[in-house]
């Protein structure tokens, strides 16, 4: 498995793998990889010919007093677990290659970036969106692999790809959790011993949610008080707690067929995200 660090090179790289109609998979991550990526690396090597991964903590999506400077990079641990999970090639540029000069080109989609995340992370899905697109036509790959953790970001791809038209299908993978539930993130590193048991406080608040959906409750704002108390808890401070619909992320009133019930809380002084879907149609009533 080959480590390269230039937009020629890459391109250089998978020239020949184009050339044989092979199928090419992409898997963007920002490092200091976990075994969520791990998944979406594996089920891109199980459906591809070529997988490149891409390494690159992208400054643009981080917004001023953010991790940016203390963002885990781990390159050399990065590239033993792609290669032992049988990724190609590593794509790690430095900021310099990938934003050569000043960006004046940007890739926007209008009102997704609103709620959710993006009500405190202003400009940070425009940073997502650009690089996105720009490894995308780096890259040129047939599929491209992203975590259902990062919801309102797989979102806003899709519909990306979608509205531009790009030549490329997203595939979406399930989040991969730690045995309590906590869903892996690079994020969880921040986390003391203390913050790590508290940090569970997420995934029981939309159990909970889903508990109550089962027990026949649908109505959003009793939803959404049960799960505030499951972050009743020293050190721990929520963000947002919100049901929306999956694919437009409007805010819903009562639950409808297809919810996405998402949280983001602070545990200490790390952000943690993590969201289910549920579907009334596969849901387990127990009414
Ligand atoms: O999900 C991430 O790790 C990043 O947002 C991504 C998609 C690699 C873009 O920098």
């Given at each position: 498995?080959?480590?390269?660090?230039?937009?020629a090179?890459?391109?250089?790289?998978i020239?020949a793998?184009?050339f044989?109609?092979?199928?090419?998979?992409?898997?963007?991550?920002?490092?200091?990889?976990?075994a969520?990526?791990g998944?979406?690396?594996?089920?891109?090597?199980?459906?591809?010919?070529t997988?490149?991964?891409?390494?690159?903590?992208?400054?643009t999506q981080?917004?001023?007093?953010?991790?940016?400077?203390?963002?885990?990079?781990?390159?050399e641990?990065?590239a033993?677990?792609?290669?032992k999970?049988?990724a190609?090639?590593?794509?790690?540029p430095?900021?310099?290659?990938?934003y050569?000069?000043?960006?004046?080109?940007?890739?926007?989609?209008?009102t997704?970036?609103e709620g959710?995340?993006?009500?405190?992370?202003p400009?940070h899905?425009?940073?997502?969106?650009?690089?996105?697109a720009?490894?995308?036509?780096?890259v040129?790959?047939d599929?491209?692999?992203f975590?259902?953790?990062?919801?309102?970001?797989?979102?806003?791809?899709?519909?990306?790809?979608?509205?531009?038209?790009?030549?490329?299908?997203?595939?979406?993978?399930?989040?991969?959790?730690?045995?309590?539930?906590?869903?892996?993130?690079?994020?969880?590193?921040?986390?003391?011993?203390?913050?790590?048991?508290?940090a569970?406080?997420l995934?029981?608040?939309?159990q909970?949610?889903?508990?109550?959906?089962?027990?026949?409750?649908?109505?959003v704002?009793?939803?959404r008080k049960?799960?505030?108390?499951s972050?009743?808890?020293?050190?721990?401070?929520?963000?947002?707690?919100?049901?929306?619909?999956?694919?437009t992320?409007?805010?819903?009133?009562?639950?409808?067929?297809?919810?996405?019930?998402a949280?983001?809380?602070?545990v200490?002084?790390t952000?943690?995200?993590?969201?289910?879907?549920?579907d009334?149609s596969?849901?387990?009533?127990?009414?």
């Open positions: 498995m080959d480590i390269v660090n230039t937009v090179e890459v391109r250089q790289k020239k793998a184009r044989a109609a092979k199928f090419i998979g992409l898997v963007p991550t920002m490092g200091a990889l976990h969520g990526h998944s979406l690396i594996t089920r891109a090597v199980t459906e591809c010919d997988v490149v991964v891409s390494i690159f903590v992208n400054p981080f917004g001023p007093g953010e991790d940016l400077d203390r963002y885990p990079r781990t390159l641990t990065d033993k677990y792609c290669e999970l049988g190609s090639l590593i794509f790690a430095s900021p310099e290659a990938m050569p000069q000043p960006q004046l080109a940007w890739v926007d989609v209008e997704l970036p959710l995340c993006g009500a405190s992370r400009g899905f425009r940073g997502v969106t650009t690089v996105c720009k490894l995308f036509n780096i040129q790959p599929f491209a692999y975590g259902q953790k990062d919801a309102q970001q797989a979102v806003l791809i899709q519909r990306m790809v979608r509205d531009l038209n790009l030549p490329l299908e997203i595939r979406l993978c399930p989040i991969v959790r730690e045995k309590d539930g906590l869903a892996l993130s690079s994020r969880n590193r921040y986390l003391s011993q203390s913050e790590r048991k508290k569970v406080c995934f029981q608040s939309l909970r949610c889903r508990q109550l959906v089962e027990g026949g409750q649908r109505d704002s009793v939803l049960a799960m505030a108390e972050f009743a808890l020293p050190e721990v401070s929520i963000e947002y707690i919100e049901i929306v619909d999956p694919e992320l409007q805010e819903q009133s009562e639950i409808q067929d297809r919810s996405l019930v949280v983001a809380a602070r200490g002084a952000r943690l995200i993590d969201n289910i879907e549920i009334l596969n849901l387990q009533e127990k009414v």
